[in-house]
Structure formats: C-alpha cells, structure tokens
C-alpha cells in the first residue's frame, strides 16, 4: 500500500496543443492508501499530544459545498482531480478552502497579515508561519494563503509570522525563534533544505509539530518532521521534459532556470528534466538564476539573447513573463516554455504573443502558493488526534497554459499567482500588505 511518494522531489501551443494532465500514479495512489483515521488515543505522528479539537472538529469533503469543492481543486491544481483520488490531508485542505472566510474572518486576515502576531480571540493553539524569502509577491500571496486556512479553524488562537531576506542565518534565527515562543505548529517551506535540520530537531524535542510544504527535505528525514508536503518536483521536470520535447522544431536544446543559487528546488527538479531531455536526444545549452524577482529573469532572458545560443526550450521555476517579452521585445518566436508558477500577468503576455504573430507554446504547473494550508491542515488533523502520513505528495499535473483560460479572474492583480485560492479582494490585500 503506497501512502508516500519515495521521490527527491522545493508557460503551450504552436496552434492548438492537446491538455495534458499528468499526475504521477504514485501521487494519485495516495489518496486511496492513506490511513487518516482517529485513532483511540489522541497522539499525532510525533507522539504529541493533540491539544486542541477532536475529529470531528475537522473540516472534511463531505461537509462542504460540493460544486465550491471541485472548483477549489481545479483552481488548485489546474485539472479536475476527483477529491477521492487526493490523500486526506489534501481532500481536507481543498474542503476547508472551500468555505468562504465571513467578514468578520476577513477582517482578522486583513489584520494578520500586517502584523507578525496577531490574535483570533479564541482557540488554544498558536501556529508560526515562517518565510524564507518574503520578498517578493508569492510570498506575499503564499503568507495570506496559510493565514486564511488558519482562520478557518476555530481551534487557532494565535498565528506568528516570520520572515526573511533569503539569507539562511535569518532563517535558522527565525525558527528558533518561533521554538522559543512555544508555538504548537510550525508551518515552513524548506528551501535551504537540510541546512534547516538541526532546527528541526529542536522543534521536535520542544513538543512543536514541524510541519515542511513545498520544498523536499532528504527522504531520511521525515523523522525529523511532523509532516513533509513537497512539491513533487522530480515528475514534474520529468513531465515537462517530456511534452516540450513533443514540440515540433529542429533546435533540439534547451535552457535550464531557477532563482537563488544551492536552492534544494532546482536540486530536486533540475536533475531530473536534464535526464528526461538527454535521453530524448535533447542537449543543455545553458543554466541561470533569476533571483526570483522580475529583474533577475529580465537579466538572464537578456542575456540568453544576447549569447546567440539558440534553444528550443526553456524550464524555470519561476513565471516566464520577463522571458517572453524579451522576447516580444526582439520580435522573435519564443521557444517552448515550461514554469511553475504563472501569474495573472501571464494571461496578458500570451495574448500580447499571439497579436504579433509570435505564438507561444507555453507549459505549466500549479504556483504552489496554497501548499502552506495543506501544511496547516496537517497540524490541525494532527492535533485533532487524526494520523497523518509522515510524507503527503500531492499530485502535480503539467498543462498548456491555453487550457487554464478559465482561471484568468476580471481584475486580478497582475503579480498575482494562478492557481491561488485567495478571493479577488483577499488577493489585492494580501499584495498590499507587502512583507
């Protein structure tokens, strides 16, 4: 019975490109497998005691909207996933985005994500959401997103914030700052990876769930943490590789991109479309870092131009507008792209491709940015008395950036990222509130 994935695992059309929606069997197996069942004593995957709520305190698929359900998934993960296909952890994160925060919940989100605490006003357990690099508008996005899923439990009391400039010693300062607090939960993504071990180990030894969403960790690790939600990297180069290589054209290279250097994103992702594409005859002409930030990847898209180096694809784990119109900018057809994190902003640079006769053949992947509430929702399940798989991956289907159309929302915020489950008006506060 497969309740894990063992993977390392943190935009397409020439005319008209068949969706492709690819799941990983492993990922889709979770759902089925996974034992998610109260048991008779109230203790988590950790061995701490539940401290707050009980099963039946969790919000589940079965006492939510249906229809509200299916549309979370889809906006989620860019594809219509039946709920019983999603592990526990996934289904119960998807219900409770489900339901819409009241005014009086959006206040307290307007609140708290301007304030590193803020207070609910009932409950008992507090949650530490960390911030690796908050720098930037996924961040942005990413904060408000766990923030909402945190309010969403009555059982929260309290949520602490922090943050910082992508530097690992703030981010080891950070924890152990938040350890220091006594906070119940600790929701981080890893992206300094196994550097933050150490860290880990204290959080477990003070009685703290640990919970990681988006980036991996070491596959030996998971007994170090509460819960691992990785982003399943691996499938997805392997998956990208594997369509942009279907795209018709002679020049059989390609350029790989990530942000910051030694990240254990590109650790993960990187390695595997590289052997996907050499082994589909394709070679690497060169690799970048963006920084993450618009001007980073204005800066490598110049100077992939600039190089004369001709590819026929690029991969970043980053969203491809600056690429794109640099492109645009030179009057050239772009090659085919492949990122995972598209923003609102994207819908408009397609457009502005296809005006000029440049037509994109664009692949993506869901932005990620609501991987912090599935982290959420593990450590309520958890403290609910509810087991949970030391390793949830959920899947990571990969499509043409032509067939997510429908998430294009009137008046989103440009910076924003598809696939977010914020509201319209939530988005434009969480960016507004900065970092």
């Given at each position: 019975m497969i309740t894990t994935s063992s993977r390392k695992s943190p935009g397409y059309r020439p005319g008209r490109v068949a969706s492709v929606v690819a799941l990983g069997s492993a990922a889709v197996l979770l759902a089925a497998c996974s034992n998610t069942t109260a048991g008779s004593s109230k203790t988590g995957a950790t061995g701490t005691n539940a401290s707050s709520g009980t099963s039946d305190t969790v919000i589940?698929?079965?006492?939510?909207?249906?229809?509200?359900?299916?549309?979370?998934?889809?906006?989620?993960?860019?594809?219509?996933?039946?709920?019983?296909?999603?592990?526990?952890?996934?289904?119960?994160?998807?219900?409770?985005?489900?339901?819409?925060?009241?005014?009086?919940?959006?206040?307290?989100?307007?609140?708290?994500?301007?304030?590193?605490?803020?207070?609910?006003?009932?409950?008992?357990?507090?949650?530490?959401i960390n911030a690796t690099d908050a720098n930037n508008p996924w961040w942005n996005i990413r904060r408000a997103e766990a923030t909402a899923q945190a309010l969403a439990y009555p059982q929260v009391k309290k949520i602490i914030y922090t943050s910082s400039s992508g530097n690992i010693a703030e981010v080891l300062a950070n924890l152990r700052s938040l350890i220091a607090q006594r906070v119940d939960i600790i929701v981080?993504?890893?992206?300094?990876?196994?550097?933050?071990?150490?860290?880990?180990?204290?959080?477990?030894?003070?009685?703290?769930?640990?919970?990681?969403?988006?980036?991996?960790?070491?596959?030996?690790?998971?007994?170090?943490?509460?819960?691992?939600?990785?982003?399943?990297?691996?499938?997805?180069?392997?998956?990208?590789?594997?369509?942009?290589?279907?795209?018709?054209?002679?020049?059989?290279?390609?350029?790989?991109?990530?942000?910051?250097?030694?990240?254990?994103?590109?650790?993960?992702?990187?390695?595997?479309?590289?052997?996907?594409?050499n082994g589909l005859g394709w070679t690497q002409a060169t690799q970048g870092f963006t920084q993450w930030t618009p001007q980073g990847s204005s800066q490598a898209a110049n100077a992939l131009l600039a190089s004369g180096k001709k590819v026929g694809a690029i991969l970043n784990d980053d969203y491809m507008d600056e690429f794109l119109k640099a492109y645009l900018a030179s009057k050239t057809t772009p090659p085919a792209t492949f990122n995972d994190a598209p923003r609102f902003s994207s819908f408009q640079v397609e457009k502005q491709l296809k005006t000029a006769n440049l037509n994109p053949v664009d692949m993506v992947a869901n932005g990620h940015v609501w991987y912090g509430r599935a982290a959420v929702t593990a450590g309520i399940m958890l403290k609910a008395g509810i087991k949970v798989a030391p390793k949830v991956v959920p899947p990571v289907p990969v499509v043409p950036m032509s067939s997510i159309e429908d998430l294009d929302i009137p008046g989103a915020p440009a910076t924003s990222v598809i696939g977010t489950l914020l509201t319209l008006d939530q988005m434009k506060m969480a960016l507004a509130s900065g970092s």
């Open positions: 589940t698929p079965d006492k939510v909207d249906q229809k509200a359900l299916a549309d979370t998934i889809h906006r989620a993960l860019f594809a219509n996933v039946p709920v019983s296909q999603l592990d526990p952890v996934m289904a119960n994160t998807m219900a409770a985005a489900s339901v819409p925060l009241t005014p009086e919940q959006n206040a307290l989100l307007q609140k708290c994500i301007k304030q590193a605490s803020c207070d609910t006003g009932h409950g008992t357990l507090t949650i530490g981080d993504n890893p992206d300094f990876g196994a550097a933050i071990l150490p860290v880990v180990r204290q959080a477990k030894s003070a009685g703290i769930l640990f919970i990681t969403a988006n980036a991996p960790l070491p596959d030996n690790s998971t007994n170090d943490t509460a819960v691992q939600i990785p982003f399943d990297l691996c499938q997805m180069g392997k998956t990208a590789a594997e369509e942009l290589a279907k795209v018709p054209g002679k020049v059989k290279s390609y350029a790989l991109y990530t942000g910051i250097p030694g990240n254990s994103v590109a650790a993960a992702w990187h390695p595997c479309a590289q052997k996907a594409l």
